[in-house]
Structures are given as C-alpha cells and as structure tokens.
C-alpha cells in the first residue's frame, strides 16, 4: 500500500491556497490550517494588480532619499507611527544596508528573475482551475504631469530596460484615446502591456481553494499556537483550542504573521508588516479600463470586484495598532486629481498587513532550522504576482524536483 505523506500549509491566502493546491494536484495530502476565513488577509485588499514591473528593492536611492521628507508630511506616501520607531530600528539598518549599488543589482535580478516567469506558471493555474476569464487583457498605465515627473521615475524604466519588460511611451492624445477619464493635467504615460489584472482577486483565492478541496484537500480553522517536535523535525501544530494537526511536512505562508510563529523554533526573520489602505469605490461615476499609478502621488486604481478600488499608502505600525483610515482618504482625494469625474459613492475602507522584508526579496526555500519546514513568506505588494510561482517553487522543493529557478537568492538564512 502506498503511504501519502501528509503536507501542512498553514495560511489560507492567495500563496498559502496556490502553494496547497499545487500540492494536492502532485498527490500530497494537504491540509490548510488558518485562524481566519480563507482569502480574507492581504489577499482579499490587494490592489488586484499582475505587477510584473513592479520588482525593483525599495532600499534603492530614489527611495530612501525621499524617506526624511515623506516622514515629516502627515500625508505622506509612507508614515511611520512615532510609538512604533523604536521597534523598527534593526528593520532600517538592514533596509538601508540593502541599498549598496553591488547589493542592489543582485536584488533587482533576483525580483526580474521571479517577475520574468509570472505568466509561465499564472496561466496554467487559471486553465487548469478554469478561471481564465478574471486575468484581464489590459495593462497598467504610469502616469505623469509633466516632463519633470517622468524623469523622476526615469531610473525605473530603465531598470525595466536592462531586463526587457515590456512597455510603451504615450503623449496625450494617446492617453485621450485609451482612457478618455484621465485628466487633462496628465501629458504623459508609460504603459506596462503585462500588468495585467484579477477581476475579482478574493474570487480567486476561493476558486483556487476550491479546486483544492475536490482534489481531497482538507481545511482546519484554527489558530496555531505552537509547533510539536520530535528531535528535529516538526511533526504537526497544536492549535490554541487544544487540536493537534499531526503532519510529515508544512509550509508557513501567513504573511507579515510569519515572524511570530518562525521565532518560536528560534528562526529569527526581520519582516515588518507594511500597513497597507485601500477604498472600494460601487459607484465611481467614471469608467477604467487600464489599472491607473502615478507615481509622484504614491497611489493606485485598479477597476476590480465590480468597481474601482484605490489604494497606495504604507504605514509602519505593526501588527496590533488599530487602523488609521485617513490613510485611505488621502489616496482618494489624490486619485480625484487623476480622474476629475470620480465619485467617492458607495464606499468601504480597508487595511491589511503586507509583509515586508527588507531588502524587497521573498523567503522562499527550506528552514535553516528544521529538516521538514519551508516558507513562502515576504513577497510584500506582489503576493498576488507572484503566488503561482511561488507555489511552483515550493511544489518543486517538497518533492524533490529541480525547481524552475535557482532558489539560493531567496533562501531564509540570507540575512
């Protein structure tokens, strides 16, 4: 008789669902264990945006350099909560170590290298799950007032450039004619043909998990409490209501959540949670086809799950702050500067936790620690982008197989 080995996954957002599905498909029994309902983290308030381009550390100069400005503006692009400073200290120094040009280039190849497959592995997923139809054809346009705008965020293009990402420069009467909202004040653009979008990313994750669940894969509400061991291997979880998920091997895929649970097995991870805001907009009065950036005014629009979402701050405040939704109005009064027929009608706010490591790069790989444990942790704003991928990794690593991409970049101990 053939024995199935049991594999954990616990999270059951887009990369823990994508992760325990891919499992499941390989013949693994998999089970998902999570204290939430499923898709509801991060995954159910991302911006719904492929963003293929999007790979680029944040610790580079054009960044960091802006950073003492954007902390003393309340309405800043990032905000830092005064009580939780202290806390980040050690997050900051290894942010800002990261920003050597030498580090820098190994980090932009290895986010291009994650970047460069998305679609080898999102397409089939959605073939093989039958949501082919939420990807939309259209792409990302990166607007710009004026000259001075663009060459500010010329180093970006060029980093997209040097490793040959798609994209098309416009004047106005081409923005006129894609996007006939858009204001007038905007004289230039850049499209990004493959950032593409999910119409509906929490229909996503649901669908996903369900095709898990036909292949036989199991869900467990619950929230982890501890690891169980024997010598040094991890043989399951006990849950805080006394459950024990009894496993040969699990993943750990919960987001900015990670680092609590990594440090009771003494697997130290710097991943800060940047707090991310976004406003779903039911009746916006205007119509996108495009997802919309502007990168001087740090925000995003993306038409998704029946309307027009905005989004675009980071607050550094932990895990346990209660949510600060000015956060989210700054980004709407901001987008209404974009499009000037936007309507602020039928709205709700949302935070969530996007987990952030340092030098931008996920963890995705084996445990240092333990022989039978992998994380799929830290990919910060490209969860969405990059889940099939990862879970292609993780599937690879568990079983044995070579996986499609050198890995050793994206290890846990790299720090």
């Given at each position: 008789?053939?024995i ?10 887009v ?23 499923p ?6 308030g991302n ?20 950073m ?26 290894r ?19 994650l970047?460069?497959?998305v679609?080898?592995d ?27 705008e ?20 416009l ?8 996007e ?10 850049v ?11 929490y229909?996503?994750?649901m ?16 929230n ?52 991310g ?52 109005k ?38 240092a620690k333990v ?13 969405l ?31």
């Open positions: 008789m053939q199935v080995e049991k594999h954990l996954v616990i999270g059951a957002g990369i823990g669902v994508t992760i325990a599905y891919e499992l499941q498909r390989r013949g693994k029994s998999v089970v998902i264990v999570d204290r939430d309902e898709g509801r983290g991060a995954s159910y911006m719904a945006s492929i963003a293929v381009t999007e790979f680029m550390p944040a610790s580079r100069p054009a960044i960091w350099r802006q003492p400005k954007w902390l003393l503006d309340p309405e800043g692009p990032v905000r830092v909560r005064p009580s939780y400073l202290p806390k980040l200290v050690p997050w900051f120094i942010f800002l170590a990261a920003s050597r040009p030498s580090k820098l280039r190994e980090l932009e190849a290895q986010g291009a290298a970047s460069g497959r679609y080898e999102l397409l089939p997923l959605l073939s093989a799950t039958r949501m082919s139809d939420l990807l939309t054809e259209e792409g990302c346009l990166a607007l710009y007032a004026d000259e001075n663009l060459t500010a965020d010329r180093a970006h293009i060029e980093i997209l450039e040097r490793f040959g990402f798609a994209h098309r420069h004047d106005r009467a081409e923005i006129q004619a894609l006939p909202a858009i204001s007038d004040r905007i004289s230039r653009a499209l990004f043909p493959d950032n593409r979008s999910i119409r509906d990313p229909k996503l994750v669908g996903i998990l369900g095709k898990f669940q036909e292949l036989g894969g199991e869900l467990v509400r619950g982890v409490e501890a690891f169980e061991w024997n010598a040094d291997r991890l043989t399951g979880v006990r849950l805080t209501d006394g459950r024990v998920v009894a496993v040969d091997t699990m993943t750990l895929a919960v987001g900015a959540f990670s680092a609590r649970l990594s440090s009771t097995i003494g697997e130290t991870i710097p991943l800060e949670t940047e707090r805001y976004h406003t779903q907009i039911m009746s916006p009065g205007v119509s996108l086809r495009h997802s919309i950036i502007w990168p001087a005014k740090a925000f995003m629009v993306t038409p998704t799950a029946g309307g027009l979402r905005v989004g675009g701050t980071v607050e550094m405040a932990g895990l346990d702050a209660p949510p600060d939704y000015r956060r989210a700054i980004t709407t009064k901001r987008a209404r500067e974009a499009l000037p027929g936007l309507r602020i009608d039928g709205t709700t706010e949302w935070m969530g936790h996007r987990p952030a490591l340092p030098d931008t790069v996920p963890m995705i790989g084996p445990s022989s039978n444990l992998f994380y799929a942790i830290g990919h910060g704003h490209l969860g982008t990059y889940a099939a991928t990862t879970a292609r990794i993780i599937g690879d690593l568990v079983t044995g197989a070579p996986p499609p991409l050198d890995a050793k970049p994206y290890r846990v101990d790299r720090f």
